[in-house]
């Protein structure tokens, strides 16, 4: 892709503004900073430009007062025209995006616009330049539609009381663009979303294609992403961050390794395009009992009959299968082994959803999940089971080259050997399947394409 060239650099457009507030009484320039009656107001370098808490509203008597956060807006071409035409002030955005965030999050006082990754470190709020911009077109929406909304409401009594008949109520109207950014940033895709969507839009074929063209394309890229992970042959933790940065934009220090990476994906994205299911929950909590050591779910599963999956993740890059030469015999690898012994001490457990000895978060299982997705639904936990995702198709088991020491005459014996052994395995358990993250994605894309949605 060509890159776009433009007239002025960043440094020029800053100095264009800055020019056009000196012009303005009282207002000065002194060591990189800008003053207004002798106090700083915002000070500023080649990169970026540093609000304090200090405001001004320059007809009042007096005309200085304090605000309860720092602004800092990183200066590049697709961050300069936040600033908006007067400097002496932070972008109104800033104090929306800041007091949404105030509502949850206790004793943030700064925040960074235009930084690499979303993120809240210390007291500051980092915030790329995509968010904040999605941020403040859904209040200025939000505004039109409450002001409209007012508006309309009173038009019967302006017409009634006051016999003011030339008054006509305005349509309410909506960003498509920035619904479907919205519908897409949930992860949540289902065909009730394309319905919801669709109905707002003008009628026509060309609405539907265009979502679906949208939904398809975020389908896609996920399952692409996700093929692209498992044919990682040695994906450590390193490797495992960078794809969660790169692709997910998850910050580094959140991901502890390649089990920790599918982990947050599949909880992110795999409700509906991996696993199509009407919940998913994932929780750090741990089921604490007496009599047992204690465990966690990795992703909790809730189907179309209220019933539970617990689904425990392991390595895709991993041979499913280890091999025994003198006994001509796979068996399942360490991973694996430890993955089936995990999943028959979670199916005991989600047994045990109505035993108080067994609680998570001062639940017992039953009550906390029934919580968690909201309350709405009665669980009928009759038949719980367990998934165990591992490895990939392709390395089932070591590579006939590969093995050491004695091996079948042929690789045709070995990976037939191999295969059956897997077949066996993943019909051994009566409550436990075993697949491989390959057939999981293959599997969701098979079932995508015959709900055609």
Not at 202 to 207: L, W
Not at 292 to 321: G, H, T, W, Y
Not at 339 to 354: L, N, S, V
Not at 364 to 370: A, D, F, G, M, N
Request: charged content about 30%; some cysteine.
């Amino acid at each position: 892709m060509r890159k776009k060239k433009y007239l002025k650099t960043v440094t020029e457009k800053f100095r264009t503004k800055i020019n056009k507030i000196l012009r303005e009484d009282f207002v000065s320039e002194s060591n990189s900073s800008i003053l207004f009656k002798e106090v700083d107001i915002f000070s500023y370098t080649d990169g970026a430009i540093s609000y304090g808490t200090t405001r001004i509203a320059p007809k009042n008597i007096d005309p200085f007062y304090e605000d309860d956060y720092k602004v800092k807006i990183l200066l590049r071409q697709d961050t300069i025209s936040l600033l908006g035409g007067n400097l002496l002030k932070p972008p109104y955005g800033a104090k929306v995006v800041f007091n949404l965030f105030k509502n949850y999050i206790e004793g943030i006082n700064e925040i960074e616009i235009g930084a690499e990754e979303n993120k809240v470190l210390k007291k500051k709020i980092f915030i790329t330049k995509e968010l904040y911009q999605t941020i403040v077109d859904i209040n200025k929406e939000e505004n039109l539609d409450k002001n409209l909304r007012m508006k309309n409401r009173s038009i019967p009594f302006l017409r009634e009381d006051f016999k003011i008949e030339n008054i006509q109520e305005g349509e309410i109207t909506r960003n498509y663009r920035l619904l479907l950014r919205e519908i897409i940033s949930s992860k949540n895709l289902t065909s009730a979303d394309v319905v919801s969507l669709s109905e707002q839009l003008e009628p026509g074929e060309d609405s539907k294609v265009v979502i679906k063209q949208e939904i398809n394309k975020q389908t896609d890229w996920l399952l692409n992403i996700l093929r692209e992970i498992i044919d990682e042959p040695k994906l450590g933790k390193p490797l495992a961050q960078e794809y969660g940065k790169n692709h997910f934009k998850y910050p580094k220090n959140t991901i502890t390794g390649p089990e920790h990476l599918m982990e947050k994906i599949l909880s992110d994205y795999g409700k509906n395009i991996i696993f199509g299911v009407p919940a998913l929950l994932n929780t750090d909590k741990y089921v604490v009992s007496e009599k047992l050591p204690r465990v966690q779910f990795d992703i909790i599963l809730i189907d179309s009959l209220s019933d539970v999956e617990i689904v425990e993740l392991k390595r895709p890059d991993v041979s499913v299968l280890d091999y025994d030469g003198s006994r001509n015999k796979f068996y399942p690898c360490k991973d694996l082994s430890v993955a089936i012994g995990q999943a028959e001490r979670y199916i005991t457990t989600i047994y045990k959803d109505k035993d108080l000895d067994f609680k998570i978060g001062g639940q017992s299982v039953k009550e906390y999940i029934e919580s968690e997705v909201g309350g709405s639904t009665e669980l009928n936990i009759t038949r719980p089971t367990a998934l165990i995702v591992i490895g990939a198709t392709h390395r089932i088991a070591v590579d006939y080259k590969s093995v050491i020491g004695k091996k079948p005459s042929t690789r045709k014996k070995y990976e037939d050997n191999m295969w059956q052994t897997y077949r066996e395995l993943r019909h051994t358990h009566k409550n436990i399947r075993i697949i491989t993250y390959s057939e999981l994605v293959d599997g969701a894309e098979l079932r995508l394409k015959s709900e055609d949605i």
